[in-house]
């Protein structure tokens, strides 16, 4: 397996204008992003202009990266009980789709939403009619949601396979999902990836439950909670709860070889970090 046809890679800032994400990933040999489309703490902004575009599209570079995508804002809520915050989210996720669309990106992540009290079914519910919405609102945008798998962190849903494929199966138009899976995630949410038989087992519950075919992405984050925490806090890889098995599994499996593996630890504005962590994700191969 050649090490540099990896998909891999970490999330960029588009800080200065989106094409600079593609220089960002560049320097430190990227074969993978992962950008917002937008300011990730707003709910909207103005439309990207034609120039923007262009420059994101025409960069010289951008055929160095064989993967990027996009993650949506993090104010979205579909399953929200506030009326406004979720007129809201409809409008700012059919907008941050359509700006996918114009950069050609393949996918949007999200972070399926949190039921604040309503209880988990009518939040599911609701997140697959919120879903049903978008795509109303922009039925030629080829982008494609890819639902992320959550920690469950207080009452945040998609913490297990079986409500991220009560989404897609309760959808009108289940081909525009796809399924981003995060390591720290599943690990907080309590799935058993500490090592070599636990992670095989994950892989093989989440393709009987939702199916490998909709795996789009892959967030490799260590933990920095235990098990089971339901608490989200990633960590520098090899240096969490996780221990290094899963990410060398996920590293060496043939059928993740075309899944973008993109970090999303945290790091300082020279990227050393995203250096140190791929030079220990390379070094699993």
């Known amino acids: 397996m050649t090490k540099d046809k990896i998909l891999l890679g970490a999330h960029m800032s588009i800080g200065g204008g989106v094409h600079t994400a593609i220089e960002r990933g560049c320097s430190i040999n990227c074969t993978a992003i992962q950008v917002f489309v937008k300011n990730n703490m707003q709910w909207f902004a103005r439309p990207l202009a034609r120039e923007e575009i262009r420059a994101f599209l025409e960069h010289r570079q951008r055929?160095?990266?064989?993967?990027?995508?996009?993650?949506?804002?993090?104010?979205?809520?579909?399953?929200?009980?506030?009326?406004?915050?979720?007129?809201?989210?409809?409008?700012?996720?059919?907008?941050?789709?359509?700006?996918?669309?114009?950069?050609?990106?393949?996918?949007?992540?999200?972070?399926?939403?949190?039921?604040?009290?309503?209880?988990?079914?009518?939040?599911?519910?609701?997140?697959?009619?919120?879903?049903?919405?978008?795509?109303?609102?922009?039925?030629?945008?080829?982008?494609?949601?890819?639902?992320?798998?959550?920690?469950?962190?207080?009452?945040?849903?998609?913490?297990s396979f079986e409500q991220i494929a009560y989404i897609i199966q309760n959808v009108r138009e289940p081909e525009r999902l796809c399924v981003c899976l995060d390591t720290a995630h599943i690990f907080a949410a309590g799935f058993d990836i500490g090592s070599e038989a636990g992670i095989k087992k994950t892989f093989r519950e989440f393709d009987r439950v939702i199916g490998l075919d909709r795996l789009a992405a892959i967030h490799l984050n260590d933990s920095k909670t235990a098990r089971g925490s339901r608490v989200d806090r990633h960590q520098h890889i090899g240096k969490g709860q996780i221990g290094l098995d899963a990410f060398r599994f996920i590293m060496r499996d043939r059928r993740f070889r075309k899944i973008p593996k993109v970090l999303e630890t945290p790091k300082g504005k020279e990227l050393h970090e995203d250096v140190a962590n791929m030079k220990t994700l390379r070094g699993l191969l």
Request: glycine share 10%; hydrophobic share 40%.
């Open 63 to 159: 055929g160095q990266l064989l993967s990027v995508f996009a993650h949506a804002n993090y104010l979205i809520n579909l399953a929200t009980t506030n009326p406004q915050f979720h007129a809201n989210s409809i409008r700012a996720l059919s907008e941050e789709l359509t700006r996918a669309g114009q950069l050609e990106l393949p996918f949007l992540v999200l972070h399926p939403g949190a039921h604040l009290g309503a209880g988990e079914k009518p939040g599911l519910e609701k997140i697959a009619a919120s879903i049903d919405r978008v795509f109303r609102k922009i039925p030629k945008v080829k982008t494609r949601i890819a639902v992320e798998t959550t920690a469950g962190q207080g009452s945040c849903l998609g913490h």
